[in-house]
């Protein structure tokens, strides 16, 4: 249940409604908007009166709460949130936020030499996996610490933020001390305690759609973190499993217009697993910007065709920087910047 304040409540008002909610046996979480200030309940709502509550001066409106996401749902937080990458770089508001790299870190040069081209075509962030989640166990593993290091030489280069996997709470303190965001990938969505362990942080937390996962489904993982205190969260559509093959993954865009309606979080798309194919990139790129995506997260390779993970759904710097000129044309038309 949530308690909409109204405008030029005092705050007498306000801590009265807080006592009469924490009188029926709740919590009570306080969002103030720039518009809007909301009480949300926490916990168990069977001791509130929503008529009585209703009736309380500085009260514009009851409403219960259906869904069972609570601090990641827009209804308990009205305006869209921001999240502080470091680094001078944000997700969420009028600029778009362009994460590229390649899938796996592999050698220095590729590492610096991908970063710094993506950099110079307008990304603000850096990906890399170090850790890398493979479907099998004879596939690249990633280059583990090695790896890590090879992205804060990257850094040095540029100054980006680093996103990178975590795959296992082993690697928590190494990564809290290193980089810059925590991606949660795909397989991991609802490892329940890897979610907890990252939420006792506040690392923002990329936080990517299971294979399979329902929009709910992933906001609940997102509740995960935001319920143990990280409160950054960024979601990252990246394509779901259905029946279709010639795509890698479907691309389910309209989920982007569902969780920013349901959500105030950020959401980011990742056409590269999504398609796996290289050429289908930037049209699902800007097709996602379209549809009001905050930011993309893409796959950039200097040799596609040798990488060691993804190569298929790679593009090269030059082709990344022609998505860039494109995506910059259309973020003016969508009220955009890059
Ligand atoms: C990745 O970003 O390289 C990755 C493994 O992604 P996902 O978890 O979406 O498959
Ligand atoms: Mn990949």
């Given at each position: 249940?949530?308690?909409?304040?109204?405008?030029?409540?005092?705050?007498?008002?306000?801590?009265?409604?807080?006592?009469?909610?924490?009188?029926?046996?709740?919590?009570?979480?306080?969002s103030?908007g720039a518009?809007t200030?909301i009480?949300g309940?926490?916990?168990?709502?069977?001791?509130?009166?929503?008529?009585?509550?209703?009736?309380?001066?500085?009260?514009?409106?009851?409403?219960?709460?259906?869904?069972?996401y609570k601090k990641a749902n827009r209804k308990f937080h009205p305006d869209d949130s921001v999240i502080?990458?470091?680094?001078?770089?944000?997700?969420g508001?009028?600029?778009?936020?362009?994460?590229?790299?390649?899938?796996?870190?592999?050698?220095?040069?590729?590492?610096?030499?991908?970063?710094?081209?993506?950099?110079?075509?307008?990304?603000?962030?850096?990906?890399?996996?170090?850790?890398?989640?493979?479907?099998?166990?004879?596939?690249?593993?990633?280059?583990?610490?090695?790896?890590?290091?090879?992205?804060?030489?990257?850094?040095?280069?540029?100054?980006?933020?680093?996103?990178?996997?975590?795959?296992?709470?082993?690697?928590?303190?190494?990564?809290?001390?290193?980089?810059?965001?925590?991606?949660?990938?795909?397989?991991?969505?609802?490892?329940?305690?890897?979610?907890?362990?990252?939420?006792?942080?506040?690392?923002?937390?990329?936080?990517?759609?299971?294979?399979?996962?329902?929009?709910?489904?992933?906001l609940?993982?997102a509740e995960?973190?935001l319920?143990?205190?990280?409160p950054n969260v960024i979601l990252?559509?990246?394509?779901?499993?259905?029946?279709?093959?010639?795509?890698?993954?479907?691309?389910?865009?309209?989920?982007?217009?569902?969780v920013k309606r349901l959500s105030h979080l950020p959401v980011?798309?990742?056409?590269?697993?999504?398609?796996?194919?290289?050429?289908?990139?930037?049209?699902?790129?800007?097709?996602?910007?379209?549809?009001?995506?905050d930011?993309?997260?893409?796959?950039?390779?200097?040799?596609?065709?040798?990488?060691?993970?993804?190569?298929?759904?790679?593009?090269?710097?030059?082709?990344?920087?022609?998505?860039?000129?494109?995506?910059?044309?259309?973020?003016?038309?969508?009220?955009?910047?890059?």
């Amino acid at each position: 249940m949530v308690v909409v304040m109204k405008p030029g409540f005092t705050l007498e008002q306000m801590e009265q409604v807080m006592r009469a909610m924490q009188a029926g046996g709740v919590r009570v979480m306080v969002s103030q908007g720039a518009q809007t200030t909301i009480l949300g309940a926490e916990g168990d709502i069977s001791g509130l009166d929503q008529g009585l509550l209703g009736q309380l001066p500085g009260v514009e409106q009851v409403m219960r709460v259906s869904e069972p996401y609570k601090k990641a749902n827009r209804k308990f937080h009205p305006d869209d949130s921001v999240i502080d990458l470091g680094r001078g770089v944000q997700v969420g508001g009028r600029k778009l936020a362009v994460i590229a790299g390649p899938c796996s870190v592999e050698s220095r040069a590729q590492m610096t030499g991908v970063a710094q081209a993506v950099q110079r075509a307008g990304a603000v962030a850096m990906r890399g996996g170090a850790y890398k989640p493979r479907t099998s166990p004879y596939a690249f593993q990633g280059k583990g610490e090695e790896g890590i290091a090879l992205l804060q030489e990257a850094q040095r280069a540029t100054g980006m933020p680093i996103v990178t996997e975590l795959m296992s709470a082993d690697q928590l303190s190494l990564f809290l001390e290193t980089v810059d965001v925590i991606q949660i990938g795909a397989r991991n969505m609802q490892n329940f305690d890897l979610l907890k362990k990252v939420g006792r942080t506040r690392k923002p937390i990329l936080l990517k759609r299971g294979l399979s996962a329902t929009v709910e489904e992933w906001l609940m993982s997102a509740e995960y973190v935001l319920n143990e205190g990280n409160p950054n969260v960024i979601l990252c559509e990246r394509g779901i499993r259905t029946f279709e093959t010639y795509t890698r993954n479907t691309l389910d865009l309209s989920a982007v217009l569902a969780v920013k309606r349901l959500s105030h979080l950020p959401v980011v798309v990742d056409p590269s697993h999504a398609c796996g194919r290289a050429w289908m990139v930037e049209g699902m790129a800007l097709a996602a910007v379209a549809a009001g995506a905050d930011g993309l997260l893409i796959e950039v390779h200097n040799d596609p065709a040798n990488a060691l993970c993804d190569g298929a759904q790679s593009v090269t710097p030059q082709q990344f920087e022609v998505l860039m000129g494109k995506l910059r044309a259309l973020a003016d038309c969508v009220g955009r910047e890059v």
